[in-house]
T-cell receptor, first 113, second 113 residues
Framework: GDSVTQMEGPVTLSEEAFLTINCTYT??????LFWYVQYPGEGLQLLLK?????DKGSNKGFEATYRKETTSFHLEKGSVQVSDSAVYFC????????????FGTGTRLQVFP | NAGVTQTPKFQVLKTGQSMTLQCAQD?????MSWYRQDPGMGLRLIHY???????DQGEVPNGYNVSRSTTEDFPLRLLSAAPSQTSVYFC????????????FGSGTRLTVV
């Protein structure tokens, strides 16, 4: 079945460093791809999405490009802040039911001043 | 404030007890779902609903029951709690088909002793 694989964390960075969190997927078709963020003690929030190949989703300085040839959707940010410390989840839509999301295991990001 | 409201935020149960986790949304979303979040396993789908009167099983439905009598409410029932059901539970909702992204509640942390 469809699945999402994320790099294991935690990812530890200094403030203003460049961030990459890797995400690859397996799917029988052309799913939509998402990144969600979870701050401590809160629910998940949609960060960005891309619905077709070569689309780039972006929000709050974060970006991710839907790469069909490498089945990837890596999350990047040019300069992280302490406030970006959170858990990041990659997800894909189940094409048999486009409203059902399949999540990766999450990657914890810790940013230090 | 519009959104998804979950109650309670915390709950401790004894093995064998039953309880209902409440979820309500005021955005007129057709699609609602319940996930559980466990360390190292990401989010796993328990049950979902595409509208009032319609529910279906997700990846890990055993030990849980749901119903959807109104668009707004989607309660999750634990029939006979087990320690393996210790987890954080999230309710989420979205409009149908269009990859709008989910709105999540803030979660219920359940401990079964």
């Amino acid at each position: 079945g469809d699945s999402v694989t994320q790099m294991e964390g935690p990812v530890t960075l200094s403030e203003e460093a460049f961030l990459t969190i890797n995400c690859t997927y397996t799917a029988t078709g052309y799913p939509s791809l998402f990144w969600y963020v979870q701050y401590p003690g809160e629910g998940l929030q949609l960060l960005l999405k891309a619905t077709k190949a070569d689309d780039k989703g972006s929000n709050k300085g974060f970006e991710a490009t839907y790469r069909k040839e490498t089945t990837s959707f890596h999350l990047e940010k040019g300069s992280v802040q302490v406030s970006d410390s959170a858990v990041y989840f990659c997800a894909l839509s189940d094409r048999s039911n486009t409203d059902k999301l399949i999540f990766g295991t999450g990657t914890r990001l810790q940013v230090f001043p | 404030n519009a959104g998804v409201t979950q109650t309670p935020k915390f709950q401790v149960l004894k093995t064998g007890q039953s309880m209902t986790l409440q979820c309500a949304q005021d955005m007129n979303h057709e699609y609602m779902s319940w996930y559980r979040q466990d360390p190292g396993m990401g989010l796993r789908l328990i049950h979902y609903s595409v509208g009032a009167g319609i529910t279906d099983q997700g990846e890990v439905p055993n030990g849980y029951n749901v119903s959807r009598s109104t668009t707004e409410d989607f309660p999750l029932r634990l029939l006979s709690a087990a320690p393996s059901q210790t987890s954080v539970y999230f309710c989420a909702s979205t409009h149908f088909g269009g990859n709008y992204g989910y709105t999540f509640g803030s979660g219920t942390r359940l401990t079964v002793v």
